[in-house]
């Protein structure tokens, strides 16, 4: 379970990553304004993900589109409001919808998987994972974008089509070259899938490339443009300084003209200098009052321009009578007047804010500006700074500081609204270009901000920055919704469309001829391993064929030489028994030569078809005894062993052809016998039931004779066939035996299994399934040795003990069992060190002894206990599987005799315990 956990989380994360990173490719096609991409790898990576993973990569999907879509959200995403907030998840949902309809569609329309070899199934595959699934994400999401987002219906209209043409291209171009490197049920895959990768890689790098140059283009264009249309503002801005520095001069030259300024001369001359483009709040005269001169001049002013004049101050946001002072600078003349009128009479010297700007002014003799305030005459807004400039006495500014306050006769002031100036100098037809945002910065500090219709996500922007006396002005530009919707980079849209289009249809036109190429040449190399296979096989059989009819002369003629010369020597021969040995001689090369004859029969009916199985009761311990007494002679004329094993034959009869089974046994133990010099050739015939009156038969034939090669094996059934011309040179024969057998076998639905090695031997086996007769003969072996079984009742008769050192459970059972038999009580130990523990708990009469066992081996345990002197006495039997002359060697030098080579019978057990204990019984 947790293996699965894990591989689904994996599937999650891959199809996240996968559809998160190419999103933020997909970005990089972007063609502003809107909201959707001219092309969207995301959708077809996306889509081949849930088409090779399963529904599993639909989590990773929707998480990476959500998070995608709420990074490009601007202004943070926990500021939005909650339908913006929603909006990421409602493109997610969408955008799976579409990948569950594109799945829906292929399996109810397309014969799966597409065989890219085809144009046709091709085509028809990507037209309903393309243009009909992507209507699907760009209906559901455009609706929802326009909903939330408030857009005209031509915008949206423009949203709706880009949307499905991004994930038209998106899946058209990467859907194939994805589905082409994962092995998947819905495309068929190809060996090289580089061919397709790399072509693919560096269309969609070539087509990438010229669509940013194009769009890098078109930006630098239309930022010029966009500056261009800022330029008159900018200047209008930038003149602000230079008009009111030209003011302040024009005040100056009028009261320089003429000694005493009325009020309405002051008046008509600020209207004439007075520049309608630039808004500023007033332009006032501030003269210099000595304290000593204040009444009369208050009852002076009163009298010729403002009835009730008096000087006042403002002091905590409150205006009232001016406290005596050494000298005042209080507001006369003011224009325009009448929004101004509350602030003639105030003493800015004694001002909270503006007071320092004062001194700065009358101490350096040069302009000065106010940090931003409120004015008395608009106490609400904060927005106002006052730009001071001083005249002396004399005209020129006192050389020494200590006579400029003396010398001052009064300051000039141009009392600006900041917002109210800026604006002034912006119209309806710069706002359909651009926007902007001003900061007034004073000591490197922004001291005011104030915009019009800002815009954060404007395509455009860039900030400029104006001198403004010793502070300045920066301006930051933004393009207007009219100028970015008049932005559209159709060239870069009609460039990346067009490109990715072609890119697609190379793409699958790269993989059709791809693929088509790699059949021709599996096809052709089908072809060729074919023919060759097919050239080997008559070459083959042209020389088996030669050799086997020169193998037949040899055959042939040999016994038949023997037949015609000992008959013709025994019919001039005097001596009976002389004759008597021709005829034997005769008679042995007579079936030599029958043999032959037989098997080439044998193989003609077979390969024909026309051998018949005959179905009669077989006594199987019969026809292996047969088997035995044939082979034995033979065998001991060369020297080798003929061993005889059957279990399950004694009691049972089954139905089937009795001469051809013997046939089987017999090619096989005479091909044993042939093919060894010297050692052991090994027969074991199994009757194993199954149940319901069947049973499977195992023969298994072992030799320790030359072996056969491992190339040679394959065609070791081969008919004509020998393992080489030398074996056929060496051992004679027709190479027919075991395709012989192979077909019997065959014919009695059996199957054979040969393993050899070269030098050691070799050892066939078959098995076959065979039906049980009914009625059961019993052949009970009895033992007509007398003393023997009077040997071994007198065993039963000595309750012996026996200790049992085996590792296997069911032998464990199986040798106790059979011991008690002879009433022998039986200790068990699973392993050589268990064994030796329980030698120290008692000593048994006889020790039986597996040799393989885990912990300690029976070989290490029968060493050790020949250290140990007190169990020099003790009887041991080695019984294991083991049928190796190096085991035995071993056991020998070890000084144990007994070897019992599983699987063994009572009889077995029987055999060791007279022999080890019936000189102890005695």
């Not at 302040?248 to 004439?272: C, P």
């Not at 002679?633 to 089937?656: F, H, M, N, P």
């Not at 039986?826 to 030796?836: F, H, Q, R, S």
Request: charged share 20%; aromatic share 8%.
């Amino acid at each position: 379970m947790l293996r699965s956990q894990s591989k689904s989380i994996l599937v999650i994360l891959i199809s996240f990553l996968s559809y998160y990173l190419f999103s933020k490719v997909g970005l990089l096609f972007a063609i502003p304004p809107g909201f959707a991409s001219a092309v969207w790898p995301a959708a077809g990576v996306g889509l081949a993900c849930y088409l090779i993973f399963g529904r599993l990569a639909l989590i990773g999907v929707f998480l990476g589109s959500a998070l995608a879509n709420i990074q490009v959200m601007s202004g943070g995403y926990s500021g939005l409001p909650i339908a913006q907030q929603i909006l990421p998840f409602i493109i997610a949902t969408g955008t799976c919808l579409q990948m569950v309809v594109a799945r829906y569609l292929l399996r109810r329309s397309v014969s799966l998987p597409v065989n890219n070899t085809h144009l046709r199934s091709v085509i028809k595959f990507l037209a309903i994972v393309g243009p009909i699934a992507c209507i699907v994400a760009a209906t559901i999401n455009t609706t929802a974008v326009s909903i939330v987002n408030g857009l005209t219906l031509s915008h949206a209209l423009f949203v709706g089509f880009t949307w499905w043409v991004g994930d038209f291209i998106g899946v058209m171009f990467f859907l194939p070259i994805v589905l082409s490197l994962a092995n998947n049920e819905f495309y068929v895959q190809k060996k090289d899938k580089l061919k397709i990768a790399v072509p693919a890689a560096i269309l969609f790098l070539l087509v990438s490339s010229i669509f940013a140059m194009s769009r890098q283009h078109y930006q630098t264009s239309r930022m010029e443009d966009f500056v261009s249309q800022t330029n008159k503002f900018s200047q209008q801005i930038n003149l602000i300084e230079n008009t009111i520095t030209q003011q302040l001069a024009g005040m100056e030259g009028l009261f320089r003209a003429s000694k005493h300024v009325t009020r309405d001369e002051f008046r008509r001359f600020i209207d004439k200098i007075m520049n309608p483009d630039i808004n500023l709040r007033a332009l006032a005269w501030l003269p210099k009052v000595n304290g000593s001169e204040r009444r009369k001049y208050e009852e002076q002013i009163a009298a010729t321009d403002f009835p009730g004049f008096k000087l006042k101050q403002l002091i905590g946001g409150n205006i009232q009578e001016a406290e005596h002072q050494r000298y005042y600078i209080p507001i006369l003349y003011t224009e325009p007047l009448e929004p101004n009128k509350a602030a003639v009479g105030l003493d800015v010297s004694s001002h909270d804010v503006v007071g320092i700007t004062v001194n700065k002014a009358i101490y350096t003799g040069e302009k000065a500006v106010s940090p931003q305030l409120s004015l008395v005459q608009n106490l609400e807004k904060y927005n106002a700074v006052i730009v001071y400039y001083p005249i002396y006495e004399g005209g020129d500014v006192p050389s020494e500081r200590n006579l400029r306050v003396s010398k001052l006769l009064g300051l000039f002031e141009a009392v600006i609204e900041l917002d109210q100036l800026v604006l002034s100098l912006y119209d309806e037809s710069m706002a359909d270009n651009f926007v902007f945002r001003t900061r007034y910065v004073q000591d490197e500090e922004t001291t005011a901000t104030f915009e019009a219709n800002y815009r954060t996500d404007a395509l455009f922007n860039y900030r400029a920055s104006f001198p403004f006396f010793d502070t300045r002005i920066e301006v930051d530009y933004a393009s207007s919704a009219i100028f970015d919707q008049n932005s559209i980079d159709w060239s870069s849209w009609l460039i990346i469309i067009i490109g990715c289009c072609v890119s697609t249809f190379s793409v699958i036109f790269i993989i059709i001829m791809t693929n088509l190429s790699e059949m021709l040449e599996q096809k052709v190399a089908h072809k060729t391993q074919q023919l060759s296979q097919k050239n080997d096989e008559l070459m083959k059989a042209n020389a088996a064929k030669s050799q086997f009819l020169a193998n037949m002369s040899h055959e042939y003629r040999t016994p038949l030489n023997a037949v015609i010369g000992f008959a013709q020597i025994g019919k001039n021969s005097k001596s009976v028994e002389e004759a008597k040995s021709y005829f034997k001689q005769i008679l042995d090369s007579s079936k030599l030569l029958l043999g032959i004859i037989n098997n080439v029969l044998d193989f003609s009916k077979v390969s024909e078809s026309d051998l018949k199985l005959e179905e009669s009761p077989i006594n199987l311990a019969q026809s292996v005894t047969s088997i035995k007494n044939l082979l034995t002679e033979k065998a001991s004329a060369k020297g080798v062993v003929l061993e005889v094993i059957d279990r399950g034959l004694s009691d049972k009869t089954i139905i089937g052809d009795s001469v051809r089974l013997e046939q089987i046994m017999m090619n096989l133990v005479d091909n044993a016998i042939k093919f060894t010099e010297r050692g052991t050739v090994k027969l074991t015939v199994v009757l194993t039931e199954k149940g319901n009156s069947t049973a499977e038969l195992s023969i298994v034939v072992e030799d320790q004779g030359i072996g056969i090669p491992e190339s040679k094996i394959p065609d070791l059934f081969m008919s004509f066939t020998q393992a080489d011309e030398s074996t056929t040179r060496k051992f004679g024969g027709t190479g027919l035996g075991l395709a012989i057998v192979k077909q019997l076998t065959e014919l009695m639905n059996g199957k054979i299994v040969v393993e050899s090695k070269l030098g050691e031997g070799t050892r066939f086996s078959i098995s076959m399934p065979v039906e049980i007769y009914s009625s059961e003969i019993t052949h009970a072996e009895e033992n007509d040795d007398s003393e023997y079984q009077a040997q071994l009742e007198l065993i039963r008769q000595q309750n012996f003990k026996a200790l049992i050192v085996e590792d296997n459970k069911i032998n464990q059972l199986i040798a106790s069992k059979q011991l008690e038999l002879l009433n022998i009580s039986v200790t068990l130990a699973d392993n050589g060190e268990l064994g030796l523990e329980a030698l120290e708990q008692g000593k048994p009469d006889i020790l039986f002894v597996d040799l393989h066992m885990p912990v300690m081996d029976g070989f290490t345990m029968l060493e050790a206990l020949k250290q140990k002197p007190e169990f020099d006495d003790l009887p041991a039997v080695i019984i294991s599987a083991s049928v190796s002359a190096e085991d035995r060697a071993r056991a020998e030098l070890l000084g144990i005799n007994h070897y019992v080579t599983k699987p063994f019978l009572l009889e077995d057990l029987e055999r060791v315990v007279y022999e080890l204990l019936a000189e102890d019984n005695e």
